[in-house]
Structures are given as structure tokens and as C-alpha cells.
């Protein structure tokens, strides 16, 4: 059978010459870094599957597609020649139709030993465009128009993210400068506080400032989605009372099943889904766990399951939060610029099996099938609320 999304053989920088336009590093395989794992079913329920992949609008509501280096030593030159590499191939794996890429900006530390200088990440968003814009599959989404589109035409809409609002400081018209490269979705902080409010590390949270509050004024306005995933839990809850259009937790969970501040009291997961918005279940290593066990699909699931008994099935989506590479070495070499703060005690684990990469997100579809879920939760749930959900914001 064709697959869902074919891979045109593009890869990154292909236009340019090795060597006189870039200098080229070893990078991991999109695909096989990893032994993948495959969600066992019966013939029956693998055809269903299948089946709902192809006919459902899938959507990831947060991930980074970009290449990480094999050797983790060199990854800090890659970064500074401000030119990552893409997963082209590992993303037609994955059967999204739209994936809302958060790129690097947190460590493009070109001109900087910490992230997040709005040089760098205006940098990092350009080449990364450029690149898309060299792929006859995956191009620039702006719209729901687009990602219906992608999911018509066998292609795969990039929606352009950023994580934390620090890069605009206090230019209230950089949000419009964002909005016209292309980005749709802005994070009010990442972890540290900034100009908007307070972020999530931080031992002490002030609340949404009056600058963020007239930046969630201007994103409402413009049509930028808020994402309040690495906001602390004060300014959160008033982003959500301050905004006029739905507020997304782009890759969190539940605090409830284990104490990650990157993860939502009940009462912000409430709040969230009385803005329209919605939550999207985060696989980044280590973090939608269960006490006492492993990080894996089934505490990703477990996750998913009790936003659904919170905020209500509407409001629930999936936004694993992965890359190409040793995620695990990732957050061992960047905790500064990644931090979310204070950690409690986790079982280490390796990577997190049936969500390691973007590629294996049919393993979602495959759970939920497995698990008894009929075909229209399946399809809110795989990318359908999220559809929902931006309607009511973007112009």
C-alpha cells in the first residue's frame, strides 16, 4: 500500500554545495536511530487503523522535525552555522497532515550563549522557510485552509511556532513582524519569566504583566494561537482570563499523574478548555510520566485520558514533542537553556518507546483503536479539535 505521505527524496540545503555554502556533519537516520515500536493489534483493528490515519486530519500541535548531529560534541558548531537540517523523510513517515514546528530557537545560540535573542530566532524561522520552500511535500501552512489542503493533496503543512515571546522584549509590533514571515502560534514565555509574565522555573510567578497583556490583546487581534505550555501557573490562568480566542497547552499533561511543573493543575486544564482551547499530550522524555513508572506510550495515554475526564474529549489532542536525535542527551547538554525548573525523581529511561520521533505518531491512532475508541473521537482527537480550536482564532 502507498503510504499516506510520500517523500519526495528531498533533503536539506540539497540546492546549495557542501563544502562552499555550508559545512556538513554527521547526522543521525530519521528513521532507525531507534528500534521503532509498532502498537500490536489484530488484522482487523491494524486495517482500522490504517484506515483512520488516511481519512483523519492528523495534526501534532508541537514537535521539532529538525536532524540532531550523531556526535552530541559537535552539536554546538552545527548550531552556530545557524543551519539545521530537516527530517523531510521522517516526517512523510509520520502521516500528519500539519505539524506546528517549534524549530530550535530555545538553543540557536548563533550570536549568544543563551537562546532566544531575536536575531537568531528570526535566523533560525528564515533558514528553516527557505529550506521548506525547496520541498515539494511539505510547505509554509498559514491557514486551516492549508492543512485541509495538505491533507487533500498527499502533502504536510509546517505551521511556524515559537515556544517563548521573549525574542520580542518590549516591541509589541514584533508579534506583527512574526506574523508576517509566517509564524501562527507564540508561546507568552519559555520557562523564564519575560517583558509578559512569569515562566514556569522561576520560584515566583507575578502574573501576566501589562505588556502581556496587550500582547495577548494583539495576538487576538492578528490571529496569533497563545500557547501558555512553559507559562507559570498564575500567568496562565490570567492569559486565559485576558484572551479573547481559544489559549493552547501545546504539549503538557497533568500534574495530578505526576508532579512536573511542566505539567497543569486541574483548574489551568479547566481554564484552558473554557477559552474553547485545548491541550496537546506531550512525549517528551521525562515528562507525562506516572509515578513510580517509566516514562512510555501507556503513561502518554494515561495522560491523554485524564484531560479527557477534565476538560472534555473536545479539547484534547497529541503534541509529543519530539525530534531527531537523543532527546535524552538533548536535555543532559541544554538543561540551561531548556529548564523547566526544579525536577522530581523519574525511572531514567532511554527514550520513550512508541512516540520517539515524529514518525511514530500512527502509534496514537493504533492506541486509541486498541483501546476502544470509536472513529470520530479518534479523529477529534488525532487532529479534529485542533481544527476546531483554530478556527476560532486564526483571521
Not at 81 to 95: H, I, P
Not at 280 to 295: D, L, M, R
Not at 343 to 356: K, M, R, T
Request: glycine share 10%; proline share 4%.
Amino acid at each position: 500500500m502507498d503510504p499516506k505521505k510520500p517523500h519526495d527524496g528531498y533533503r536539506s540545503f540539497s540546492y546549495l554545495v557542501e563544502g562552499e555554502d555550508y559545512v556538513a556533519f554527521d547526522l543521525v537516520p530519521e528513521l532507525g536511530r531507534v528500534e521503532p515500536t509498532i502498537v500490536p493489534l489484530s488484522d482487523e483493528d491494524d486495517a482500522r487503523a490504517e484506515r483512520l490515519l488516511r481519512e483523519s486530519v492528523c495534526v501534532s500541535l508541537h514537535d521539532h522535525a529538525g536532524i540532531a548531529p550523531a556526535d552530541w560534541d559537535e552539536n554546538d558548531d552545527y548550531i552556530r552555522q545557524g543551519r539545521e537540517w530537516y527530517g523531510f523523510e521522517g516526517l512523510a513517515a509520520s502521516g500528519l497532515d500539519a505539524v506546528f514546528e517549534n524549530f530550535f530557537d530555545g538553543t540557536a545560540t548563533i550570536t549568544s550563549a543563551s537562546g532566544w535573542k531575536w536575531t537568531d530566532v528570526i535566523h533560525d524561522v528564515g533558514m528553516h522557510l527557505s529550506d521548506v520552500a525547496h520541498s515539494s511535500v511539505v510547505f509554509l501552512g498559514t491557514s486551516v485552509a492549508d492543512i485541509e489542503r495538505a491533507h487533500e493533496t498527499g502533502r504536510i503543512a509546517l505551521i511556524a511556532s515559537i515556544e517563548g515571546a521573549a525574542p520580542i522584549e518590549n516591541e509589541l509590533d514584533r508579534i506583527d513582524i512574526l506574523y508576517g514571515i509566517g509564524v501562527r502560534m507564540l508561546g507568552v514565555t519559555y520557562s523564564e519569566s519575560n517583558q509578559l509574565g512569569g515562566g514556569l522555573r522561576d520560584p515566583g510567578d507575578g502574573g501576566l504583566t501589562d505588556f502581556g497583556k496587550r500582547a495577548v490583546t494583539r495576538m487576538n487581534r492578528i490571529g496569533m494561537a497563545i500557547d501558555v505550555s512553559h507559562s507559570g501557573d498564575v500567568t496562565a490562568l490570567q492569559t486565559c482570563r485576558a484572551s479573547s480566542a481559544p489559549v493552547f497547552l501545546s504539549h503538557s499533561g497533568a500534574r495530578a499523574l505526576f508532579p512536573e511543573t511542566k505539567l497543569k493543575e486541574d483548574d489551568l486544564l479547566k481554564a484552558v478548555a473554557d477559552t474553547g482551547g485545548m491541550v496537546g499530550i506531550e512525549a517528551s522524555p521525562n515528562t507525562t510520566t506516572v509515578h513510580g513508572q517509566p516514562h512510555s506510550l501507556e503513561t502518554v495515554m494515561a495522560h491523554a485520558e485524564y484531560c479527557i475526564d477534565v476538560m472534555g474529549i473536545e479539547h484534547v489532542g497529541f503534541g509529543p514533542d519530539t525530534f531527531f536525535g537523543d532527546h535524552v542527551e538533548l536535555h543532559r547538554r541544554y538543561a540551561e537553556n531548556l529548564s523547566t525548573g526544579d525536577q522530581p525523581e523519574h525511572v531514567e529511561i532511554d527514550y520513550v518507546a512508541g512516540l520517539e520521533n515524529p514518525s511514530e505518531f500512527p502509534n496514537v491512532i493504533r492506541w486509541l483503536v486498541g483501546h476502544g475508541y470509536s472513529d470520530e473521537q479518534i479523529a477529534m482527537l488525532v487532529g479534529g479539535n485542533v481544527i476546531r480550536a483554530l478556527r476560532d482564532v486564526w483571521a
